[in-house]
């Protein structure tokens, strides 16, 4: 399973080397929507497109993101004050007595205040982090598809939830960010051959067991643990990840969302601990999987004339 992945940021590769247009009508619904509801995660790469507007819609998402980080900052501003005073009010009783209640508020507020000071110092950074790129499940991030003959690129959420589907399917099966190969005409047979999308990325990252890494068994008394590993392409490349998507609707409410088809792990992927991996199509192709005809033969052949890099491995920052 990709759980994450770190997306191509760059703005003017989208533009000039992939020929898309990008639908600036989508992004402001989005920024909109994500000054109005809660759970919209937006990749804080993608806000940086709109840091230059030059045109008035780009200038009015420039207008919603400021917004949200001016509503966001205050939000967190006002965590900190009540920590702090949770603090001082816990350090005053220790001062006199212990309890336990005192001693609870005091490591709770500390925690928190630290990680609030944090997420401001986030929110107001300007310098760039690779991590500005990252998505996760339910984040958004700008996915290419074929919108009236033209490569266009969208915002849409990782986490697939079919048309048709009722709401609750995102709890009910939390895994549908992937789409396993070998259930394309399963579970996800209305969209494979029939709404594709692609999604560049640079790396993508995945949980693994320790000792499943190391390649042993585990230790009499040892406890599995976790381990988050980035993965990138050698030599380095933009890989392009054969998606499914779907266009959900319930009333007045719409989803966009998507989710990376994966399939049998390189050797190497393997090696290093997990058991499936995204699929990386290549660019040549890219037109042809955008524009399914139907024709599941056609696609299953684009997904075996795979791009097939060496994936090196670290352990995720």
Not at 120 to 135: F, G
Not at 208 to 232: D, I, P, W
Request: glycine content about 4%.
């Amino acid at each position: 399973m990709c759980y994450s992945a770190q997306v191509l940021s760059n703005y003017e590769k989208y533009v000039r080397q992939w020929g898309a247009d990008i639908s600036v009508q989508q992004f402001f619904q989005l920024y909109f929507l994500r000054n109005h509801t809660t759970g919209i995660r937006i990749p804080k790469a993608i806000d940086a497109w709109f840091a230059n507007p030059s045109t008035d819609d780009e200038r009015q998402i420039k207008a919603l993101i400021d917004a949200y980080n001016t509503s966001q900052s205050a939000k967190l501003e006002q965590e900190i004050f009540r920590q702090r005073k949770r603090l001082a009010d816990a350090e005053r009783t220790l001062q006199t007595r212990t309890t336990k209640k005192a001693l609870e508020d005091r490591r709770i507020a500390t925690s928190k205040v630290e990680r609030s000071l944090e997420r401001l110092a986030d929110l107001r950074r300007i310098e760039p982090k690779d991590r500005d790129a990252r998505i996760f499940p339910q984040s958004y991030a700008p996915v290419i598809i074929m919108k009236d003959g033209r490569r266009t690129v969208v915002p849409m959420r990782y986490q697939c939830r079919p048309s048709g589907k009722p709401a609750f399917y995102d709890t009910k099966f939390p895994g549908t960010y992937n789409a396993r190969r070998d259930n394309l005409e399963g579970f996800w047979k209305p969209q494979f051959g029939h709404e594709h999308a692609i999604l560049l990325v640079n790396a993508f990252y995945e949980n693994v067991s320790r000792h499943t890494m190391e390649q042993r068994a585990l230790a009499e008394g040892e406890k599995e643990e976790n381990v988050v590993l980035e993965f990138r392409p050698k030599p380095e490349q933009d890989m392009v990840i054969a998606c499914l998507w779907s266009h959900w609707t319930q009333g007045d409410s719409t989803l966009d969302s998507f989710a990376a088809i994966t399939d049998d792990p390189p050797a190497e992927v393997a090696a290093a601990g997990h058991d499936r991996c995204i699929i990386q199509i290549r660019p040549e192709n890219a037109d042809a999987w955008l524009s399914p005809s139907g024709d599941l033969a056609t696609q299953y052949a684009l997904l075996d004339d795979r791009a097939l890099p060496f994936y090196e491995h670290r352990k995720a920052a």
